[in-house]
């Protein structure tokens, strides 16, 4: 059981916007350390999507946005193509881990 | 371009040692930190450790401390992994990741493509 905790899978159509959330808690997002978001195509290694929270790095459509409230965080994607079509996680550091965690993972499908 | 590529993977039986390499390549090595990053069959992912740039720091996550140990060979630009003591529950791939923030805030910009060890007898 992952520490940050994501829907197992998500959908929506071409052009329509999706949101993916990751929970954490006290300990990790809620204790204000950042949170990134990766996208990972079938058969490759994981991409950087969002660093710190809400920064895209150069190359990232701007279809991708983060945001971090309390002890969770979102990924929105608006503007869905069928090349979203991808797992997401997001990752962060926990005080009382010491360490780097991730969410479970979140399947987005593009109908 | 940068590359990570992982090698040394393979079944071993549970109580043995096995060494995986990362190598790198396209980058200046001694600038970066790495972590290793594991994902066990039907599993999400989990954090192994990580070593600073200059090999001055290691942090590794509790259910590997005092059996893995992470080194660096800037000279090689190559990234290691000594595992010893395996049991079967550290089976998975394993990856090692460039760190482009600064540990605890760390993020990461390029990962291998990992490679598998199977802990079995």
């Known amino acids: 059981q992952s520490v940050l905790t994501q829907p197992p899978s998500v959908s929506g159509a071409p052009g329509q916007r999706v949101t993916i959330s990751c929970t954490g808690s006290?300990?990790?997002?809620?204790?204000?350390?950042?949170v990134h978001w990766y996208q990972r195509l079938p058969g490759t290694a994981p991409k950087l999507l969002i660093y710190?929270?809400?920064n895209r790095p150069s190359g990232v459509p701007d279809r991708f946005s983060g945001s971090k409230s309390g002890t969770s965080a979102s990924l929105t994607i608006t503007g869905l193509q069928a090349e979203d079509e991808a797992d997401y996680f997001c990752?962060?550091?926990?005080?009382?881990?010491?360490?780097?965690?991730f969410g479970g993972g979140t399947k987005l499908t593009v109908l | 371009q940068v590359q990570l590529v992982e090698s040394g993977g393979g079944v071993v039986q549970p109580g043995r040692s096995l060494r995986l390499s990362c190598a790198a390549s396209?980058?200046?090595?001694?600038?970066?930190?790495f972590h290793w990053v594991r994902q066990a069959p039907g599993k999400g992912l989990e954090w192994v450790g990580l070593?600073?740039?200059?090999?001055?720091?290691?942090y590794y996550a509790d259910s590997v401390k005092g059996r893995f140990t992470i080194s660096r060979d800037s000279s090689r630009s190559t990234l290691y992994l000594q595992m010893n003591s395996l049991r079967v529950e550290d089976t998975a791939v394993y990856s090692c990741?460039?760190?482009?923030?600064?540990?605890?805030?760390?993020?990461?910009?390029?990962w291998g493509q990992g490679t598998l060890v199977t802990v079995s007898s």
């Open positions: 990741v460039r760190d482009l923030g600064t540990y605890p805030a760390s993020y990461f910009d390029f």
């Open positions: 710190h929270n809400t």
């Open positions: 070593i600073w740039y200059d090999g001055s720091n290691k």
């Open positions: 396209g980058f200046t090595f001694s600038n970066y930190g």
């Open positions: 990752q962060s550091y926990d005080s009382s881990l010491s360490g780097v965690v």
């Open positions: 006290s300990s990790n997002i809620g204790a204000a350390y950042d």
